[in-house]
């Protein structure tokens, strides 16, 4: 998807255009799509061939009343929109795809061990990672950036999860599998054939260490943490274990990586935002992992269903009907967004909703945070500025937008 450009509306005709399409987020212009909808039909209705169909809205306020509020818009019947029409078998057991109460028992002992206090000791690991991840560049060549980052939030998240270091290539290539099952990059057969794989895959995995961890004395790892915790009066089951695990996991790997690559390349592109942030980085890093997230908004859509007959965007909706939110399109209104198309690495009251809002808002934010504060930190240090060195390839998912190729040149300090 076109992250860059200010969208050209005239060419965009959100009639003709597919919401539902991967390969539209690969190669149309889905922000010139929202903007429209956002003008003129913030509550907009797609009908697939199949029969199944699907709302979207795409006003800041409109995604933040439906991810908001459980009660009239649920998650218990699959949060993600290729899901459509297919119930969600880790319902009431996966944090994504459980509704209050339920959802705050599982979720209040788990985000203990991932909030900002709690990573403190992680900083120097996560420094580490950041090393490494970045140590290629200082020969001074081409490197891809896009390719390389898929592999970041792994060397983070492994670790807290307690997974051996020798598994995280399968893990890595699992979960990019489940985040972009269309992608030729990743699919192993039909998108929904990858996604099958994908799933079993981990699921068999993650079965299998607890499967080994059961009787032992447990680890103080998250794995460990999830296997002893109780939720409500009760521990979790090992579904309910192995459910979160592919949960963190996925939050990780799945966004992470196009946070990192699509801001580098938001900066190759605006000349006069990186010199900004490269001349007093201590200043700006912080705003500038902000305007980052807004600015690539990778978890794109989410999904949700009506829980009853409801007034929605100026139309409405009936019970039962799904109801997709674009965080991309939420992130550039002009309502809310000053100027919503301008990369400001010192944008001033950036509420943007990449990590989500209400009662599912990303359990990871705080984690993700960090590893971006900590990688521009080291970046500025060692780079004082980035240029594409061949086109970037952008990732075929109507889930998470981002890429998958970044050529690029990094002249050291
Ligand atoms: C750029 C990085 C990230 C972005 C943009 C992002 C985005 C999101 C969004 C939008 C949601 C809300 C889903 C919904 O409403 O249905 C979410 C939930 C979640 N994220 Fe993240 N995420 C990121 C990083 C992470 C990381 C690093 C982790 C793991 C530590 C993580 C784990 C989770 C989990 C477990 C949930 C479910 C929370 C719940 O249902 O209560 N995410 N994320």
Redesign the pocket.
Known sequence: MRITAAPAPAAADPAAADLFDPEFHASGDPHAVWAQLRAHAPLHLQVLPDGRKFWSVTRYDDVCRV?GDHREFT?ERG??LTQLGHDDVSSGK?????DPPR?GQ??RP?NRR?TAKALADWEDRIRQAVADFLAPALGGGVWDVARRAYRL?MT??GA?LGVPEKDWDDLVRWTAMAAAPDDAEFSVGSGAATLAVAHHQTFDYFAARVRERRGAEPAADLIGHLMSMTAGDAPLTDEEVIY?CY??????????P??VSGTLLALSEHPDQLRKAAGDPAAVVPTLVEEG?RW????SS???YAVTDTELAGGRVAAGDAVA?W?GSANRDERVFTDPYRFDVLREDNRH?????????????P??RL??RILFEEFFRLFRSVETAGPARHLRSVFIAGLTQLPVVTAPR
């Open positions: 991810l998650s949060s993600v996966m944090l994504v795809s459980t959802h599982l979720r788990l991932l939030p983070v998240a807290l979160n949960s963190i996991l996925l939050g990780a790997n799945a966004t992470t196009h946070t997230l690539t908004s990778p978890a989410f999904l949700r939110v965080i909703i990449a990590f989500g809002y209400g009662p599912h808002y990303c359990l990871g934010a984690l993700a590893t971006f």
